[in-house]
Each structure stands twice: as C-alpha cells, then as structure tokens.
C-alpha cells in the first residue's frame, strides 16, 4: 500500500495566524519530502528530511518551519504567511534516504489559502 | 537553459490516437527518472520509472537516452482517461519536475 495521508485537505488562514499541515506515512519509508504547487506549475522542493533529519532546505522562508517528529510523521507549521504562499501543499515520501534516486510517493495535499 | 525541459504541448489527441511526449535535461549525471501523471487538483502519480533499456507497461512506453540526454513517454491507443498532465521527474540528489505537457484526449 503505497500511501501518504496529508490533513487538513484544504486551510484558510488569514496572515497573522498560525497553522500546521500534517503527513503520514507506515510505508516504512526514510525520507519525507514538502513541496509547494501553484497552478499550472510544477511541484517545487521546499524540504526534505531523511532518517528524521533535515538534509534539504531550499532557501524557504522563516514562515514555514518543518518538523518530523518520527519517521512516519511530517510536520509544516506555518506563521505570518502571504498571499502569495497560497498553493497546494504536497508531502511525499520515498524508501531510501532521500537523495534522489528513489520513486517519491505522494500524498493528496492540503490546498492552502491565505487571506 | 532550465535544468528539465518538457515539450510545452498541449497535446489534443483523437481516442485511438498514438502520442509521444519528450523531456531533455542538463545534468549529465542524473542518476534516475521517472514519469509522473497528475489529474487537475490532484497530487501526481508514478506512471513509470523510465530505464535505458526501455520499459513498456501496457500501453505506455518510456524510453532513456543518455547520449543525447532525453527521455520519452509514448502512449498507444489513447483513452479518455489518459487526459492529464504528464511530468518528467530527473533526480540527481533531489528531484527536478518539468513544466508538464497537457494531454487531452478526445472521443
């Protein structure tokens, strides 16, 4: 069974607040992965953590901060976003340790709306 | 120069019809390759990892061609439910999308 669950599916948030997406996986998976979508683009790599480490941070702003608290959980907590950080959100994850080699597996997303 | 180039389509495609999409890329030692395909407001989906040697499942083909640095998706026999946006996915440390190449299938 190949699947990422992510929650909320949908956020609206306004840019004083505080909010966090959550994924999962029990694939057994080592490396979990954040990506931001906008429309008619391409995924873009925010973040990837392997073995419960932060090994890649794409120059992400401060607003959005990770957190894997174990190997099957991934946290985006978010703060003082903009509206221009509305996007789908995509958590993925992948079996070996995320350096790219790897089918990544994705999750359904949470499309985010900052007002 | 963008580091993964898809053909910008989009691909409109009478049932039936056979179609191919190409995707180039920069980096000579990217070690791995795959084809996504993601339905509108979806997340993508592993259609197929895509190997020197070819690789064929069902009506889908996807070829690698290190020389000249380009991989390629065919689909045979397009269906209605073939209509989507297809990513090319290079990997080398991490993962590099294409822009996507929109197919719509027609009856």
């Known amino acids: 069974d190949t699947e990422v669950t992510q929650t909320p599916k949908h956020l609206v948030m306004g840019m004083t607040n505080k909010k966090s997406l959550k994924c999962e996986q029990h694939m057994g998976h080592r490396a979990m992965y954040w990506y931001k979508q906008k429309a008619k683009k391409p995924p873009e790599l925010m973040f990837v953590y392997s073995y419960e480490k932060l090994s890649i941070n794409e120059s992400v702003p401060s607003r959005f901060s990770p957190e894997c608290p174990n190997s099957s959980l991934l946290n985006l907590h978010l703060h003082a976003l903009q509206p221009e950080d509305s996007a789908l959100y995509l958590c993925a994850s992948s079996q070996g340790a995320g350096i790219g080699t790897d089918t990544q597996y994705f999750g359904p997303g949470t499309r985010l709306t900052v007002l | 120069r963008k580091e993964v180039e898809q053909d910008p389509g989009p691909f409109n495609v009478p049932e039936g019809a056979t179609v191919a999409f190409n995707c180039t890329y920069s980096?000579?030692?990217?070690?791995?390759f795959f084809w996504y395909r993601q339905d509108c407001r979806k997340e993508p989906k592993l259609l197929m990892s895509v190997y020197s040697s070819g690789n064929e499942d069902g009506r889908f083909t996807a070829q690698l061609n290190r020389a000249s640095q380009y991989i390629s998706l065919l689909i045979r026999d397009s269906k209605l439910s073939d209509s989507a946006t297809y990513l090319c996915?290079?990997?080398?440390?991490?993962?590099?999308f294409g822009d996507g190449t929109t197919l719509t299938v027609k009856p």
């Open positions: 996915v290079v990997n080398k440390g991490k993962s590099t």
């Open positions: 980096n000579s030692a990217s070690q791995s």
